[in-house]
């Protein structure tokens, strides 16, 4: 056993604040990591609030962990000590349905074991994420990190990240494909940069002209106000694929109309119900759809930390103290940062040397 120190909450009304815990032993398959780089998602935030139901405590969010590798399994053959690696939304699932046999681990029909706010599938031990000092992982959860990149900047890359690379890949954006990504937040910014890498034509569709001027600087070609009638006519039927990171609730029929037959919208960030709900004539009219698509599997995450090594591509952040975690919280709730928070996890060793 490892004894761990992290950031926890205890409810879903208190700050987090200092734990100590335990981390199993490691397993033959497993490699023990020094957390270096932990990113701030809005779903840590949801999670310790219990906004979604179901929340275990005492809980350490985060599930966007970059470290180096201290200590390998018997069986482990990625990974060496003194390695950099990457630990994201999922640690474990069942490995047998058909699902996980296509490296679609987060699409497990028996659930994939999340980060934290999640169980152990064999002990039942709740799992601890990535606001401690270290992290015990199969390696088969785990993905190979370059040296070469701004490490800070990578934690990012294991949720915002791959939650966008996965449906660019998946419906096959590239050059001479005209896409628009819909909300500049923490998703939206990635999907810009990840678009514009792919060789698309990037339109960057907010309700912000503030944000316009950032999104050319991430690489969008074009910005498109949603709230000027006369610009969403203008580009009514001419977009190949349209990625929607809104995360809330939020009419979609006017970015329907943006979609040219055949095309598809993808919804990453609204997880409750869409208020008003999709008109049918607006998807019948066009045979047009509107999917949705999680993080990838591990083979896809690898994949895309590859194309962000090979393309120079990481997030946007601002870093932070652990002991800054709370009044990082109540930004969120502003959308109050440019565009991910990522925790220094040398401020919690300082803390507890």
């Not at 600087?217 to 929607?244: I, Q, W, Y």
């Amino acid at each position: 056993m490892f004894h761990a120190h992290g950031y926890a909450a205890h409810d879903s009304h208190s700050p987090l604040v200092p734990f100590t815990f335990e981390r199993r032993a490691p397993g033959v398959n497993d490699v023990v990591i020094d957390i270096l780089y932990t990113g701030v998602c809005h779903s840590d935030l949801h999670q310790a609030q219990d906004d979604w139901g179901g929340s275990l405590y005492p809980m350490v969010p985060g599930h966007e962990i970059i470290g180096r590798v201290t200590q390998v399994g018997s069986g482990v053959h990625k990974f060496k000590v003194g390695d950099l690696a990457g630990v994201g939304c999922m640690v474990d699932s069942c490995r047998h349905c058909s699902a996980c046999k296509e490296d679609l681990e987060v699409y497990c029909e028996e659930g994939p074991t999340v980060t934290y706010n999640g169980r152990e599938r064999v002990s039942g031990q709740p799992t601890f994420g990535g606001y401690s000092d270290i992290i015990v992982v199969d390696e088969h959860f785990v993905v190979k990190v370059s040296p070469e990149l701004d490490l800070k900047a990578v934690a990012p890359l294991l949720c915002a990240g791959i939650t966008t690379y996965s449906p660019l890949r998946h419906w096959k954006v590239g050059p001479g494909q005209k896409v628009g990504v819909i909300g500049l937040g923490g998703l939206g910014h990635m999907g810009v940069k990840f678009a514009k890498a792919l060789g698309a034509t990037v339109v960057m569709i907010t309700t912000s002209p503030d944000k316009g001027k950032d999104a050319q600087r991430l690489g969008a070609d074009e910005v498109l106000l949603s709230t000027d009638p006369a610009a969403m006519k203008a580009h009514g039927n001419s977009f190949d694929f349209l990625l929607n990171t809104i995360p809330v609730s939020h009419d979609i029929n006017p970015y329907l109309a943006l979609l040219r037959r055949d095309r598809t919208m993808a919804m990453v960030g609204v997880l409750t119900e869409l208020d008003p709900p999709p008109a049918g004539i607006n998807l019948i009219m066009g045979r047009k759809s509107v999917a949705g698509s999680a993080i990838g599997g591990m083979k896809e995450t690898q994949e895309m930390m590859d194309f962000c090594a090979e393309h120079g591509i990481v997030s946007e952040v601002e870093m932070i103290a652990i002991q800054d975690i709370n009044q990082a919280y109540e930004r969120l709730v502003k959308n109050d940062v440019k565009y991910r928070f990522v925790i220094d996890m040398a401020s919690l060793k300082n803390e507890v040397s």
